[in-house]
């Protein structure tokens, strides 16, 4: 999305494919059209001070499943860097922080569960420790979704990182 909502002013939001949005608020000026696809880097706003806000800032947010989160969670502003290059959010780590129990209830979605195709039900990630590799998978996309790092994968496969992956290969999770 990329337009003027009344609290944010000018906004995008992004929606990525894991379940993740993040937002951009108060921005003087839209450089990106809904529904383009971005990658990471791109210039996609201004800086400003549009909607409710006084003086010229940015608004970050993440949302998961709708759910807010706290960017400081993910952001070391001092370093200006992200604190990981994959996160893993677990039910544990954050029943204290966030109403997980709406989450779970609007959504229907379970930690360690992925939406299968169009049917609309929820399937395990892997079974018994194995993942087999679906088209437009990627070690970072797998590595997010069974809740490990692409390290990890690369250490437990004997495979490297610029490893090429195989529609129906095998991988030890």
């Known amino acids: 999305m990329a337009k003027y909502c009344q609290g944010y002013g000018n906004c995008v939001i992004i929606r ?15 450089l990106v059209e809904a529904g383009q696809k971005l990658s990471a880097g791109d210039l996609l706003g201004l800086g400003g001070n549009t909607g409710r806000s006084r003086g010229s800032h940015l608004h970050l947010e993440f949302r998961y499943l709708g759910q807010a989160l706290d960017t ?10 992200l604190k990981d290059y994959c996160f893993t959010l677990r039910k544990a780590d954050v029943e204290n922080k966030y109403d997980l129990r709406a989450l779970h209830t609007r959504h229907k979605h379970d930690v360690g569960y992925a939406r299968a195709s169009k049917g609309g039900k929820y399937t ?17 996309k797998i590595a997010a979704r069974n809740h490990t790092t692409i390290k990890s994968l690369c250490k437990k496969n004997r495979i490297k990182e610029n490893t090429v992956l195989q529609i129906g290969q095998k991988l030890k999770i």
């Open 124 to 140: 395990p990630v892997s079974k018994g420790g194995i993942y087999r590799v679906r088209s437009g998978d990627n070690l970072g």
């Open 16 to 30: 990525h494919n894991n379940g993740l949005e993040t937002v951009y608020g108060h921005l003087s000026k839209i």
């Open 72 to 81: 400081e969670d993910f952001i070391d502003y001092d370093k200006g860097q």
